[in-house]
Structures are given as C-alpha cells and as structure tokens.
C-alpha cells in the first residue's frame, strides 16, 4: 500500500484529504509543521508529499528546497497544495522541483488523477532502474516488489481481473466509468509488459501480485 503524507498547518484540509484518500486505498501520514515531517521521513516510509506552502516557521517552498538537496529523498513526489496561486509562485515552485502545483480551493477528484499520474510515472522510472540493477547483478542478487509499482486502484482493478472480471463489471464494482478501467488495464499491461488479460493474470499469478 503507497503512503502519502500530508504536510498542512490546517487540520480540517488534513482530515478531508485523509478521509477520502485513505477510502481509495492509500495509507496516509500527516503533519502540521516541517519539522513533524522530518521526523515522519525518517521513521515512515513514504511514496509522495502533499505540501501547504505557507506554514508558520519553515514554509513549503524551504522544505521542497532541502528535500531536493537531500541524497535520500531528493526524488521524492511533491505536490503542493496552496492558496498562492500567483503565477510567479507556481513558477518558482516548478523551478525548486515540484511535481506538481495546485491552487485552493481545489477539486478532489482532479487532485486524485494528479497523484496517480506523478506515482505512475516514478513508479515507471523505478522500474527501468531496477530492471538495469538487475541485469547488471543478475537476478539471484536483486528482488523486486512489485506491488509497490500499483497504486491502489490499479492494485484492485488487478484482483477484480484475476477474479475473472471484465472491464463493465469492474466498472460498476469501483463505482468507476469503463472508459477510466480501460485506462488503469492499459497502465497495468505497461507497468507487467504483457499484451492481453490471459497475461496479465497469468503473470499476477506467477509474481503473487493480488491481494
């Protein structure tokens, strides 16, 4: 399950975005000043960053610029979430590296297609450098997990395939449109490198990838 951590100063956005977040399936860590999300970096570990950028004491474009400049996590996804929706500010947020911006109020489920395209996308990157570290080892010497590489609705289209499913029952089972199945089946044949349905599910079988 991919952890997001929510990096805001004001509770009632930290309990929404939780709320419904952790319905779609994330696992979510939150934090009300930077030094809380420090602490959390540390001992937790965390696939993506919604970030306030103004906060009391350290602001969110200070802590995007160290995180950048820390080797551990200078790849982690960021997205800020933020009432400074001036043109300059999206700018300078892009420049010190975030991966996203967006401005509140915001819409929540346009917000959740943003998070699943900036995790589908490290999750790609994190692939190709594994499958080189393989290759480079041998496949004795390096394990791959996977389930890290799914985000959490294309985790459960995946059960719902291999539970015999086709894309309109799955779409009525998620509460979801069929045109937005297909997309997470056509994300899931790239992320597995197979062709059809018979391979997807054969190759979640043999890599024990369903819940």
Do not use: H
């Amino acid at each position: 399950m991919m952890t997001i951590l929510i990096l805001d100063d004001d509770p009632s956005i930290r309990s929404s975005l939780k709320l419904y977040l952790t319905e779609i399936g994330f696992n979510i860590e939150e934090s009300d000043c930077v030094k809380k999300a420090w602490e959390i970096l540390k001992t937790k570990k965390i696939d993506l960053i919604l970030c306030d950028v103004i906060m009391p004491q350290t602001d969110g474009f200070t802590f995007l610029s160290e995180l950048r400049l820390n080797s551990k996590y200078c790849s982690l996804p960021v997205i800020f979430l933020t009432a400074r929706g001036l043109t300059q500010d999206r700018i300078f947020g892009y420049k010190i590296g975030c991966d996203s911006y967006i401005s509140k109020p915001f819409n929540i489920e346009e917000l959740v297609v943003i998070i699943e395209n900036v995790l589908n996308r490290y999750a790609l990157l994190r692939l190709t450098i594994e499958k080189k570290q393989k290759n480079f080892l041998g496949s004795n010497n390096i394990k791959i997990d996977l389930k890290e590489n799914f985000t959490p609705r294309e985790q459960s289209v995946l059960n719902l395939v291999v539970k015999g499913l086709m894309n309109k029952q799955i779409a009525t089972n998620l509460n979801i449109s069929i045109r937005i199945v297909e997309k997470y089946m056509s994300r899931l044949f790239i992320k597995t490198k197979t062709q059809n349905r018979t391979e997807l599910v054969k190759y979640a079988l043999e890599n024990n990838l369903t819940e």
